[in-house]
């Protein structure tokens, strides 16, 4: 499903994507769809969650903000270096949800 600017969203799209994080590997990477960060619909805790769940998951980590337009606090968990490095990985093991991620 197209990822929307909704919680909702960013948790069926992560919950979706573990469905296939057996086939995750270098080369070959799940996409659960592009980045919400900055574009309005998350709070601040959502944006920062969401960032974190696609890095993990090793997906493709897309802009769908507007550079020209994000806040400075968006554009900060876009740019965290220590998530990216989590994200850049060359094993690219994708996280798996151990429990309870489907009760979000």
């Keep these: 499903m ?4 909704l919680w909702i969203s960013v948790n069926i799209n992560f919950n979706e994507n ?5 086939i995750a590997r270098p080369g070959a990477w799940n996409d659960p769809d592009m980045l919400e960060v900055g574009n309005g619909g998350l709070s601040h805790a959502e944006e920062l969650t969401h960032f974190a769940l696609w890095a993990i998951s090793k997906a493709p ?4 903000a507007d ?34 991620c489907k009760e979000w």
């Design 2 to 5: 197209d990822i929307k600017d």
């Design 18 to 22: 573990l469905e296939s994080a057996d």
């Design 61 to 64: 980590l897309i802009i769908g």
């Design 67 to 100: 550079l020209t337009t994000i806040s400075k606090e968006s554009l900060a968990i876009l740019k965290n270096k220590d998530l990216i490095d989590i994200n850049q990985d060359p094993e690219s093991k994708q996280a798996v949800c151990v429990h309870g």
